[in-house]
């Protein structure tokens, strides 16, 4: 089988719901096609003297809505099309939660772990330099994503400051709380997720405690996810995994403990002293209820799909079921609680955090938990319900939530001129 570009796949998942909505041709084209794509290649100044010419990206998919927003990653693979594809997410992703923002995102194609603390900065801030001319609290709001952290939100919320002569605190997310982050904002998408878990559950009648689930990425998604069920629901996490491996404890792990130990460990699990040690693809197929992928696109696909034994899978990671793979696990009788849904999270607090910047005005942490919660518990039933409307899968019904109200946002606005 001949293997989609991201982009493409993505606009698979597209086409299912939009056939189901029978939109026309000429509608799907201005809801798919990106509204801006900017690509920078941009030098910096190594520490040996030398001089190294990197590329970025921004592509800002659609606000209709609001302004654009996304996350920003490095990664020495990202390319347009998947830029283009993230971007894509981040459009119906904002609308399903109601967020009042558009679809946008960036990347810079880096190994961060090659580069020296004054060289990351350097990139961060010559990088954000560059893609500034459509970037603002009121255009385009950066974030967190793939590689990068509050430290480096820090970095780009300073650059902008500085060349527009101003503290401007909302022009990123996910910054430190000393400088307009949000409490809560570190482990926001993990604690979506744990909550869309919980009411999947209850939606099927099961209830969590006791449920078994395996974590795929053990950065910032995956971590709070295995840690949140683990504790607050009481899921026995029996593998969790990173670029250097997977762990298995059929008993459970201790997911702080291996926290910490990652910590204290270049960030990263390997040689962790308990558990059996398993590959990334043994976790992929292990016998769980719950199945979270939260690293990177493409990880279930055609080729691995038909060994999946989980009963239910939460994609913390953006796009991790490729088209095909969704299709052999909707006939397998797996449910797959879609990206757009279920790592929404993140991107919720940080309009919480966007929303605070601009008034100046900061929320204690039980402020931000009963927010959050509100918007993903209606974000999923209102998806649940067109699910059970239109007789389709999760996926599918979740872009026919965002698809209607990014239309209804451009049939209001008109065509200009
Ligand atoms: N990078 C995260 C995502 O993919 C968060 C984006 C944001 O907070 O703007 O949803």
Same mark, same amino acid.
């Given at each position: 089988?001949?293997?989609?570009?991201?982009?493409?796949?993505?606009?698979?998942?597209?086409?299912?719901?939009?056939?189901? $909505?029978?939109?026309?041709?000429?509608?799907?084209?201005?809801?798919?096609?990106?509204?801006?794509?900017?690509?920078?290649?941009?030098?910096? !100044?190594?520490?040996?003297?030398? +001089?190294?010419?990197? !590329?970025?990206?921004?592509?800002?998919?659609?606000?209709?809505?609001?302004?654009?927003?996304?996350?920003?990653?490095?990664?020495? &693979?990202?390319?347009?099309?998947?830029?283009?594809?993230?971007?894509?997410?981040?459009?119906?992703?904002? @609308?399903?939660?109601?967020?009042?923002?558009?679809?946008?995102?960036?990347?810079?194609?880096? &190994?961060?772990?090659?580069?020296?603390? /004054?060289?990351?900065?350097?990139?961060?801030?010559?990088?954000?330099?560059?893609?500034?001319?459509?970037?603002?609290?009121?255009?385009?709001? =950066?974030?967190?994503?793939?590689?990068?952290?509050?430290?480096?939100?820090?970095?780009?919320?300073?650059?902008?400051?500085?060349?527009?002569?101003?503290?401007?605190?909302?022009?990123?997310?996910?910054?430190?709380?000393?400088?307009?982050?949000?409490? /809560? !904002?570190?482990?926001?998408?993990?604690?979506?997720?744990?909550?869309?878990?919980?009411?999947?559950?209850?939606?099927?009648?099961?209830?969590?405690?006791?449920?078994?689930?395996?974590?795929?990425?053990?950065?910032?998604?995956?971590?709070?996810?295995?840690?949140?069920?683990?504790?607050?629901?009481?899921?026995?996490?029996? @593998?969790?995994?990173?670029?250097?491996?997977?762990?298995?404890?059929?008993?459970?792990?201790?997911?702080?403990?291996?926290?910490?130990?990652?910590?204290?460990?270049?960030?990263?699990?390997? /040689?962790? =002293?308990?558990?059996?040690?398993?590959?990334?693809?043994?976790?992929?197929?292990?016998?769980? &209820? +719950?199945?979270?992928?939260?690293? $990177?696109?493409?990880?279930?696909?055609?080729?691995?799909?038909?060994?999946?034994?989980?009963? +239910?899978?939460?994609?913390?990671?953006? /796009?991790?079921?490729?088209?095909?793979?969704?299709?052999?696990?909707?006939?397998?009788?797996?449910?797959?609680?879609?990206?757009?849904?279920?790592?929404?999270?993140?991107?919720?607090?940080?309009?919480?955090?966007?929303?605070?910047?601009?008034?100046?005005?900061?929320?204690? +942490?039980?402020?931000?938990?009963?927010?959050? @919660?509100?918007?993903?518990?209606?974000?999923?039933?209102?998806? @649940?319900?067109?699910?059970?409307?239109?007789?389709? &899968?999760?996926?599918?019904?979740?872009?026919?939530?965002?698809?209607?109200?990014?239309?209804?946002?451009?049939?209001? !606005?008109?065509?200009?001129?």
């Amino acid at each position: 089988m001949e293997k989609l570009g991201i982009f493409q796949n993505a606009l698979k998942q597209f086409d299912k719901a939009a056939e189901l $909505l029978k939109l026309s041709p000429d509608i799907k084209e201005l809801l798919t096609t990106p509204k801006r794509e900017l690509i920078v290649n941009f030098p910096v !100044r190594m520490d040996d003297g030398s +001089i190294k010419v990197f !590329r970025g990206y921004r592509v800002q998919h659609n606000v209709a809505r609001g302004p654009a927003k996304g996350g920003i990653r490095f990664h020495p &693979d990202t390319n347009l099309d998947e830029v283009r594809a993230l971007a894509f997410w981040m459009t119906w992703k904002c @609308a399903v939660v109601g967020l009042p923002f558009g679809g946008a995102k960036g990347g810079v194609k880096v &190994d961060p772990t090659t580069l020296s603390a /004054g060289e990351l900065e350097r990139l961060c801030r010559r990088y954000f330099s560059e893609i500034q001319p459509i970037i603002g609290p009121e255009a385009d709001i =950066p974030a967190p994503d793939v590689n990068t952290n509050s430290q480096i939100m820090a970095w780009f919320m300073d650059t902008y400051s500085m060349n527009k002569e101003y503290p401007a605190l909302g022009v990123v997310t996910g910054k430190p709380l000393e400088i307009g982050g949000s409490a /809560g !904002r570190n482990e926001a998408t993990g604690r979506g997720i744990r909550i869309i878990a919980e009411e999947i559950m209850n939606y099927l009648g099961k209830n969590i405690k006791n449920t078994t689930a395996a974590v795929q990425g053990f950065g910032n998604v995956g971590s709070f996810a295995a840690l949140l069920l683990s504790e607050e629901c009481n899921v026995k996490v029996v @593998a969790v995994s990173d670029v250097t491996g997977a762990i298995y404890d059929p008993e459970g792990l201790n997911i702080k403990e291996l926290i910490e130990y990652r910590d204290k460990n270049k960030g990263v699990i390997a /040689g962790y =002293p308990k558990g059996q040690k398993i590959s990334n693809e043994e976790l992929l197929e292990l016998d769980v &209820d +719950i199945l979270v992928p939260a690293a $990177l696109e493409n990880v279930i696909t055609a080729e691995n799909a038909d060994r999946v034994k989980a009963k +239910i899978i939460i994609e913390g990671a953006n /796009g991790p079921v490729t088209a095909e793979a969704d299709e052999i696990l909707n006939k397998k009788g797996i449910i797959v609680v879609p990206d757009i849904l279920a790592n929404a999270g993140g991107v919720t607090v940080s309009y919480f955090e966007w929303v605070q910047d601009l008034q100046w005005y900061f929320w204690d +942490i039980e402020d931000v938990r009963r927010a959050l @919660a509100k918007i993903m518990k209606k974000a999923f039933y209102d998806v @649940a319900k067109v699910r059970e409307q239109y007789n389709t &899968d999760f996926r599918t019904a979740a872009y026919i939530v965002g698809i209607d109200r990014v239309y209804s946002a451009t049939r209001l !606005r008109g065509i200009y001129p």
